[in-house]
């Protein structure tokens, strides 16, 4: 979420640099690409979390959840 937040707030909307896990710079060409990118994804996830949930809240026993 602080990613897309960044990308969001970045003024320029073109090419950017970013600190990876390992502290290696990644360069971003297009901020707003990437934003739409990690939108995309962060919605296909949390659509999928919510569908395991709702399946998980038709489960009644525990037996059920091998199904």
């Known amino acids: 979420m602080e990613l897309m937040s960044?990308?969001?707030?970045?003024?320029?909307?073109?090419?950017?640099?970013?600190?990876?896990?390992?502290?290696?710079?990644?360069y971003?060409?297009?901020?707003?690409a990437?934003?739409?990118r990690c939108r995309a994804?962060?919605?296909e996830v949390l659509n999928d979390w919510h569908n395991q949930y709702?399946?998980?809240?038709?489960v009644r026993r525990v037996g059920q959840l091998s199904d």
């Open 6 to 26: 960044f990308l969001n707030t970045w003024e320029d909307h073109t090419d950017l640099y970013l600190i990876d896990d390992y502290d290696n710079p990644v």
């Open 28 to 32: 971003i060409d297009s901020a707003e």
């Open 34 to 36: 990437m934003h739409e």
């Open 41 to 43: 994804r962060w919605y």
């Open 54 to 58: 709702q399946e998980l809240k038709k």
